[in-house]
């Protein structure tokens, strides 16, 4: 069981949209003293084309008018503060069928166990000096390209049992829950045929992963290994969610079951 605390400083991160609309934002309003309100919930125009004007308006936002923007150019920049606490757990057992002294079971081969499994404490992060801290866990972070989603629990338990040549895995993956926060396109559930979904949460996600495989084939001068297998074994479908793509793919496995198989020959 290992315990980490990573205290990063300055870190190089990837933008979205989101981040530099919403910093630039944050300047004007600095430099403006404009807060919304009910009265006046944006801006006027004339401040907006005097802070375009000023020459501090991010120059990644393009605009064909002072008003309209038509393009944000995306960048690295660098995050002021990140600190991520974790604990990473790693347990291994095996046993040969002989061990248990059945002579039903003599000559049966071995079993391996290994269980790894991240608990994330505290993923804590703030993109300037003058933005607020804000936690990462248990969130999708879609508006921030300086973290990724971030399930407070992942966990793979891998059952491989080997008798001589012949060897089958079975891979257990497990994923929590986040909360939802990404944007949702309504406008998607007017197409002919949609399958639009609004959701709040991302629901918790596992998926069964196995392979049959056999070694050391001698033939044609060398020897061949073969292997045959299948991942998300039990045809389990992603999520339906409000967002473009329809799933959360760096979360949930979008194309279902996957067969394949696998021929190496060495000489």
């Known amino acids: 069981m290992t315990w980490s605390e990573t205290d990063f400083a300055d870190r190089i991160v990837s933008t979205t949209t989101q981040d530099i609309a919403r910093s630039d934002f944050k300047n004007f309003q600095d430099w403006s003293g404009f807060s919304p309100t009910t009265a006046q919930p944006e801006p006027t125009e004339a401040q907006l084309r005097t802070w375009v004007t000023s020459g501090l308006a991010d120059p990644r936002i393009v605009r064909n008018d002072l008003l309209q923007p038509v393009r944000l150019l995306q960048s690295d920049s660098n995050a002021s503060t990140m600190l991520v606490k974790a604990w990473d757990t790693s347990l291994g057992y095996s046993f040969s069928f002989d061990d248990l002294g059945l002579d039903l079971v003599d000559g049966w081969g071995r079993i391996n166990m290994l269980l790894n499994a991240t608990l994330v404490d505290s993923y804590r992060f703030q993109l300037q000096a ?13 508006d921030f390209g300086a973290v990724p989603p971030i399930p407070e629990l992942r966990a793979n338990l891998r059952v491989n049992w080997t008798l001589g040549r012949h060897s089958i895995s079975a891979t257990g993956r497990y994923v929590d829950e ?13 197409f002919p045929g949609n399958e639009w979904v609004s959701a709040d949460v ?7 992963d196995m392979f049959y495989s056999y070694r050391d084939l001698d033939a044609l001068g060398g020897s061949f290994n073969f292997s045959i297998g299948a991942r998300n074994v039990f045809d389990r479908m992603p999520q339906k ?13 979008p194309l279902g079951r996957v067969i394949y198989a696998r021929v190496n020959y060495n000489f």
Do not use: C, H, Y
């Open 130 to 142: 003058d933005s607020p801290e804000l936690e990462a866990v248990g969130n999708q972070n879609n």
């Open 178 to 190: 986040l909360v939802f926060d990404a944007n949702e396109f309504s406008f998607q559930r007017f």
């Open 202 to 208: 991302i629901k918790d996600w596992s998926q069964m």
């Open 241 to 253: 969610t409000g967002m473009i793509a329809g799933v959360v793919a760096s979360m949930q496995d």
